[in-house]
């Protein structure tokens, strides 16, 4: 199989090791089977001459029982992919086999580049979505305080996120934590007699 990309009449670039038939205008992309694609490599191969059916089953189906009917369905295929409802393109000699009349060319390499660039677009796109995902994961569900601990954060006042309320309460209410009169100025104990 050939494995170079050409030009099927100046509206098809084909890319065999791809597996890809691209229309040029309007612009399309069919994804072909292996197989196939070496049915229609064969055929560029011996453009404008007769290739026999009994040569295409052996090539491409390597003899399989049902290969005759393989081969019928595989060249209606690629005349639907190549828009020969004429069947022009791909002529059919009776009982012998096919012909495939259209002018090949190099592909110039134009139509590879877009390609190439279309898989850099998505490389790029994967990895913005992949940045996107970690901050979303950091931002939303790193760092984020206990729920258990929001009782402890609302009343002390060294802590952010207290609540001021709370400490005005306690105010009014009187401070239970302030340390006794006592505690402030501790009164000598009497000294012990040894």
Known sequence: MNDKPFVLNNRFTVYP?????????????????PRLMNLLCILVAKQGELVSREMLTK???NDYGNADEGLTQGISYLRKVFNDDAKTLIETVPKKGYVLRAAIKAETGAIKHSILNKKKVYWVMAIVLLA???????????????????????????????????????????NSDAMPDTAKRPVQSPDLKK
């Open 132 to 174: 996107v995902t970690i901050s979303v994961y950091f931002i939303f569900f790193v760092n984020r305080p206990d729920p258990s601990d929001e009782f402890r954060f609302k009343q002390s006042p060294d802590v952010p996120g207290y609540h001021p309320d709370i400490i005005k309460n306690k105010q009014k209410q009187g």
């Open 59 to 61: 090539e491409v189906w």
């Open 17 to 33: 090791e791809l597996g890809l038939i691209k229309q040029i205008e309007p612009i399309r992309e069919t994804r072909i089977e």
